[in-house]
């Protein structure tokens, strides 16, 4: 299964930026969908997961109240909203296949998509 990570851009501080990540093929209900982002210079951060099944989410504290994970199970497509968007939220954001949420190994990446925020 491929992932297709698309939908960054530029946004201004307090703007709202919603990413997607396509699958190229069937997702188990066992697969965890995660996002993950990455400013040059810093390590990976995990933003947060999805079970494909059961829908089950968890996010890194960061985000709370800020992004929601959905799905799209007739899209095989995961989604990243972001709302109320900081500075500090500018990174490449990626997504990943695993099978336990933040944890690997992961099992195929999308290529990643560049968020910039402004202020």
């Known amino acids: 299964v491929q992932l297709q990570a698309s939908g960054g851009g530029l946004v201004q501080a307090g703007g709202s930026l919603t990413l997607s990540c396509a699958a190229s093929?069937?997702?188990?209900?066992?697969?965890?969908i995660n996002w993950f982002r990455q400013d040059p210079g810093k390590e990976r951060e995990f933003v947060g997961s999805?079970?494909?099944?059961?829908?089950?989410?968890v996010y890194a504290d960061f985000v709370k109240g800020r992004f929601t994970i959905s799905r799209d199970t007739a899209e095989n497509t995961v989604y990243l909203q972001m709302n109320n968007l900081k500075p500090e939220d500018t990174a490449t954001y990626y997504c990943?296949?695993?099978?336990?949420?933040?944890?690997?190994?992961?099992?195929?990446w999308g290529q990643g998509t560049l968020v910039t925020v402004s202020s």
């Open positions: 990943a296949r695993s099978t336990t949420p933040g944890t690997g190994p992961y099992y195929s």
């Open positions: 093929g069937r997702l188990y209900s066992s697969a965890v």
């Open positions: 999805i079970r494909w099944g059961a829908g089950t989410r």
